[in-house]
């Protein structure tokens, strides 16, 4: 059985299955709705779970709104980002560690006129410089507090 944790499927094709009706569909029928090839649908959604019946000849019959209902639930859309993680004062994200790191002799630069402020600091890890655009109201008067 195919994992139904790595199924994916294109935004676009999740907003088609809303027309589908609750009707049986051959697959070939499925993957003319969805724009996609037979073979997606029966090597990767029929094994991941898709809600199927097999008649007594064989032939696999899929229910429309009940197919749109499973892979809503069940499948990733390229829509989906992971969760951003939140930084805490002091912290940035380091580019040679790939990681967030507390900055070493964190200084703040002049604010712009949008009172955006650039924190710069050197990574604790591999002590490259490191930088992260902030609220400039959050970090006034923090130069002289940090060395």
Excluded at 4 to 30: C, D, F, T, W
Excluded at 46 to 65: K, L, T, Y
Excluded at 107 to 113: D, G, L, R, S
Aim: one cysteine or more; aromatic letters at 6%; glycine letters at 6%.
């Amino acid at each position: 059985m195919s994992d139904v944790s790595n199924l994916k499927i294109a935004r676009g094709n999740v907003m088609r299955l809303q027309r589908l009706m609750h009707m049986k569909y051959k697959p070939s029928e499925l993957a003319e709705e969805m724009g996609v090839s037979v073979d997606t649908i029966r090597r990767s959604y029929i094994p991941a779970g898709a809600p199927c019946e097999v008649d007594a000849q064989g032939n696999i019959w899929i229910v429309g709104d009940l197919f749109a209902k499973w892979v809503v639930d069940h499948a990733k859309t390229n829509r989906c980002k992971p969760a951003k993680m939140k930084m805490e004062p002091g912290q940035a994200y380091c580019v040679g560690c790939n990681k967030i790191v507390t900055l070493l002799k964190p200084k703040v630069e002049k604010p712009n006129a949008r009172g955006v402020a650039n924190l710069t600091g050197r990574c604790p890890v591999c002590n490259k410089k490191v930088n992260r655009f902030c609220k400039a109201s959050e970090w006034q008067g923090q130069n002289d507090q940090s060395r």
